[in-house]
Antibody, heavy 118, light 107 residues
């Protein structure tokens, strides 16, 4: 059974960097695109970006200047780094599997709440 | 960015009711429209993709349709486990965008 699990700090100070990792179990990380999506009361569900093991990335223009994603196929993990965070980045962050052929998010992690506060 | 709107934002219904949720895209998105169900404290779950294709394991009481840039999710006979929030999402172009959601609760 394929599962995704997010991990990372739940509290980040303003102006610092938010770092999260998603671990993929039960499937090859090379077969899909892997995405980050966040959800907040203010903005609802917001797509952050995706990464493919080949190095292909696609980011939301609103976050692109602050965003880096990496993928480690040996560990079956992909990660997100968002710099210069503010309270507006407070959200539940989900990692999700994106099927490029069918253009849907068919598998999601449970999500992790990240709060930006001093 | 393509804007997605949904109506209503919430509705109250009874078990057995037929429920219809509408989603509208700000421009043509072809058939790249998906529907997700989210229960409180859980991640969204894919219900329908490409307007009307049911994801595996999703009950047949769920269906989707389209007319131009208007899309509809229908639950033919609402069941207790269907009380949740429903989101549409376009994957026609990046940035992928979601609708604001429709909360279905018990009447």
């Amino acid at each position: 059974q394929v599962q995704l699990q997010e991990s990372g700090p739940g509290l980040v100070k303003p102006s610092e960097t938010l770092s999260l990792t998603c671990t993929v179990s039960g499937d090859s990380i090379s077969s899909y695109y892997w995405s980050w999506i966040r959800q907040s009361p203010r903005k609802g569900l917001e797509w952050i970006g995706y990464i493919h093991y080949s190095g292909i990335t696609n980011y939301s223009p609103s976050l692109k200047s602050r965003l880096t994603t990496l993928i480690d196929t040996s560990k079956k993990q992909f990660s997100l780094k968002l710099t210069s965070v503010t309270a507006a980045d407070t959200a539940v962050y989900y990692c999700a599997r994106f099927s490029y052929d069918y253009r849907f998010f068919d598998l999601w992690g449970r999500g992790t709440l990240v709060t930006v506060s001093s | 960015d393509i804007q997605m709107t949904q109506s209503p934002s919430s509705l109250s219904a009874s078990v057995g009711d037929r429920v219809t949720i509408t989603c509208r895209a700000s421009q043509s998105i072809s058939s790249y429209l998906n529907w997700y169900q989210q229960k409180q404290g859980k991640a969204p779950k894919l219900l329908i993709y490409a307007v009307s294709s049911l994801q595996g394991g999703v009950p047949s009481r769920f269906s989707g349709s389209a007319s131009g840039t208007d899309f509809t999710l229908t639950i033919s006979s609402l069941q207790p486990e269907d009380f949740a929030t429903y989101y549409c999402q376009q994957s026609y172009s990046t940035p992928f965008t979601f609708g604001p959601g429709t909360k279905v609760d018990i009447k």
